[in-house]
């Protein structure tokens, strides 16, 4: 019996998927149309960029970067993305952790939760603020008694901007700790290690390369983020304007090689971002395929 089905295994013919083709016309304009849509909408205004910065001259390009209120508006910008990014990496492994590890009633209400800031305009999200923290605010009264400020402060553009990138380590973190499952932190609390042992030694080793992109978008979205900073910020040169904010006011006075200096260093910005991302991607999957293959 054991022979005839081997038998019969090995007489199963092997059904082929077959291979999607198309003809040269077709890939040839596909490529074109990408193509042409990236020069029309990446590459051209990247190049105007750099064209409008240098346009006067290489030392108005050096003046713009190192005016006083320029170099305030990266110190704070600086200054923002460094407390709002550890705070939405803890909130984004904590929420992961949560999602991805327990069985509890509200989950669903919990993803839509920290979707929430995606849905939400950003310029929304300043005007919530100085409804809640403003001088009319609900607790407006409260914190003027007790002498504190958040509006048109650096505690308020950190909130705002924490809200606005809150999702993004949580989103990279979430799908990824899913589908790697419980068995090897089951397995590791069954050896007698415990939570921080068991998240440090097992399940960080694992989420490395996916915290380490979520990071990466998060820190870039912090540094480039407007609406809610802006409406919460109160535009006080050299106090309270990011870099996207002192951009906006060098355009509106007209000086627009000294606007187009600064909104390079956020195009600088963006182009680094996204070679780090891809390098950190590579590894990601490059790491995912190894230990796939390693499995079988």
Known sequence: MQDQMSKDFRMTPIVRRPH???????????IGIALLFLVLLLV????????????KGIWIYLQS??????????RLTLTVAVIAVPMNVLFGLSAAWLVSKFKF???????????????????IAGLVFILLFGGKGWFGPWLADHNIQIIFTLSGMVIATIFVTSPLVARELIPLMQSQGTQEEEAAASLGAKGWRIF??????????????GIILCNARAMGEFGAVSVVSGHISGLTNTIPLHIQILYNEYQFAASFAVASLLVMLAVLTLIVKSIFEWKYHGNGIHKESGER
């Open 20 to 30: 999607l083709s198309e003809s040269p016309v077709v890939r040839w304009i596909l």
């Open 105 to 123: 009633r509200g989950k669903s209400i919990l993803l839509t939760l920290i979707d929430l800031p995606f849905a939400v305009s950003p310029v």
């Open 44 to 55: 051209l205004p990247l190049l105007t960029v750099f064209i409008e910065a240098f346009s």
């Open 65 to 74: 970067l190192i005016d006083p209120d320029a170099l305030a508006a990266i």
């Open 200 to 213: 440090y030694r097992v399940t960080l080793p694992n989420i490395k390369w996916g915290l380490l992109y």
